[in-house]
């Protein structure tokens, strides 16, 4: 099946700074969206990116596809983007599989 | 509204006990979702339904026995669980399956602890 790789696996960062999350996968996807697991265990959708790129407030993501990987961005972060971020995707072959990456822990310090 | 509702938020259950999770939405999805997620782990596919039909079972223990009764509701039966079975279970529904175009939604989870 498709590999989905995520780093760093940690990062912590004081409130303020700017993040880059990174997801590579190891085959064609059609289907790549980018999650945040808060403390409390909800995953909440930020972006459905399988190309492209896309902003929504502070938080921005592109998907090169043809290299087979995904960026998320985080600006000014706040102690709120604190928790686990997710890629997950599906592989071209449509066997409507959702694949989770290994996760970035983001923990942001006031 | 994009919305997935679980229930109970938390279960502990013994071994040799029958219980359900419930989730429902009322988002007109037609492809619903069981994961389960480890602690320290990301989530992992159990059980696709698709139009109220299993489509997908990851070569789950038959302890493990979902049900989908109609387009809004897919309840999970869970009967001798053992204590590794202990982990988050979420519940999630897409318009269609994964396949391009289709974001899925996640509800809160059911935290289950097998005492």
């Known amino acids: 099946g498709i590999q989905v790789e995520q780093s760093p696996p940690d990062l912590i960062l004081q409130e303020g700074a700017n993040s880059t999350l990174r997801c590579n996968f190891s085959d064609s996807v059609n289907n790549l969206q980018w999650f945040h697991q808060n403390p409390w265990g909800q995953l909440i959708n930020l972006f459905y990116?399988?190309?492209g790129t896309k902003q929504n407030g502070r938080l921005s993501a592109t998907t090169v596809a043809t290299e087979r990987y995904s960026l998320l961005y985080i600006s000014s972060s706040q102690t709120t983007d604190s928790g686990v971020y997710f890629c997950?995707?599906?592989?071209?072959?449509?066997?409507?599989?959702?694949?989770f990456g290994t996760g970035t822990r983001l923990t942001i310090i006031p | 509204d994009t919305e997935v509702t679980q229930t109970p938020k938390h279960l502990v259950m013994g071994m040799t006990n029958k219980k359900s999770l419930k989730c429902e939405q009322h988002?007109?999805?037609?492809?619903m979702y069981w994961y389960k997620q480890k602690a320290k782990k990301p989530p992992e596919l159990m059980f696709v339904y698709s139009y109220e039909k299993l489509s997908i079972n990851e070569s789950v223990p038959s302890r493990f026995s979902p049900e989908c009764p109609n387009s809004s509701l897919l309840n999970l039966h869970l009967h001798a669980l053992q204590p590794e079975d202990s982990a988050l279970y979420l519940c999630?529904?897409?318009?269609?399956?994964?396949?391009?175009?289709?974001?899925?939604?996640f509800g809160e989870g059911s935290w289950l602890t097998v005492v």
């Open positions: 999630a529904s897409s318009q269609a399956g994964t396949a391009a175009g289709n974001t899925i939604y």
């Open positions: 988002m007109g999805h037609r492809a």
């Open positions: 990116i399988p190309s």
């Open positions: 997950a995707v599906e592989g071209d072959f449509g066997n409507e599989k959702l694949t």
